[in-house]
Nanobody
Framework: QLQASGGGLVQAGGSLRLSCEVSGTIFSIGTMAWYRQAPGKQSELVASILTGTTRTYADSVKGRFTISRDNAAKTMYLQMLGLKPDDSAVYYC???????????????WGQGTLVTVSS
């Protein structure tokens, strides 16, 4: 299971830190990512991080958002600075993980956390 948290209401220019904790029986975790979906818009990949330190970001958040992971704690973070009203959306975490050493990787989704940025 994935538990996302950290969303809330913030003024433009403010910051938030999202967390996504993986629980349950997991043998290994691969790519971790944050997606977001605003009302009436398609889902967007915000940022992703591979098992090492390779990170990718959507152009709209480069320089403002930082994705990181703590493998020991099985947790992923998204530090969001300089928030804009356009960043308002439900943010979902996605993790590719293996439940066992001989299993394939599966995709898991968190329940979403709402971020609202007021102007």
């Amino acid at each position: 299971q994935l538990q996302a948290s950290g969303g809330g209401l913030v003024q433009a220019g403010g910051s938030l830190r999202l967390s996504c904790e993986v629980s349950g029986t997991i043998f290994s975790i691969g790519t971790m990512a944050w997606y977001r979906q605003a009302p009436g818009k398609q889902s967007e990949l915000v940022a992703s991080i591979l098992t090492g330190t390779t990170r990718t970001y959507a152009d709209s958040v480069k320089g403002r958002f930082t994705i990181s992971r703590d493998n020991a704690a099985k947790t992923m973070y998204l530090q969001m600075l300089g928030l804009k009203p356009d960043d308002s959306a439900v943010y979902y975490c996605n993790v590719r993980a293996r439940p066992g050493p001989s299993s394939t990787y599966y995709g898991y989704w968190g329940q979403g956390t709402l971020v609202t940025v007021s102007s």
